[in-house]
């Protein structure tokens, strides 16, 4: 059994068009909110 790999190697173009898509879903928008989220709440 091979080994598993010690990185996800990722070609540029894929990793822009995955950035992209992202943003475009508004997936930064959300991950932004619920970590600040998630920071207030570890305050209280």
Same mark, same amino acid.
Not at 19 to 44: N, P, T, Y
């Given at each position: 059994? &091979? +080994?598993? +790999? =010690? $990185?996800? @190697? %990722? =070609? %540029?173009? =894929? +990793?822009?068009r995955?950035? &992209?898509?992202? +943003?475009?879903?508004? %997936?930064? @928008? !959300?991950?932004? !909110? @619920? %970590?600040? /989220?998630?920071?207030? &709440?570890? /305050? $209280?």
């Amino acid at each position: 059994m &091979a +080994a598993p +790999a =010690t $990185s996800l @190697e %990722v =070609t %540029v173009p =894929t +990793a822009h068009r995955r950035f &992209a898509a992202w +943003a475009k879903a508004g %997936v930064l @928008e !959300r991950l932004h !909110r @619920e %970590v600040f /989220d998630h920071l207030g &709440a570890a /305050d $209280s």
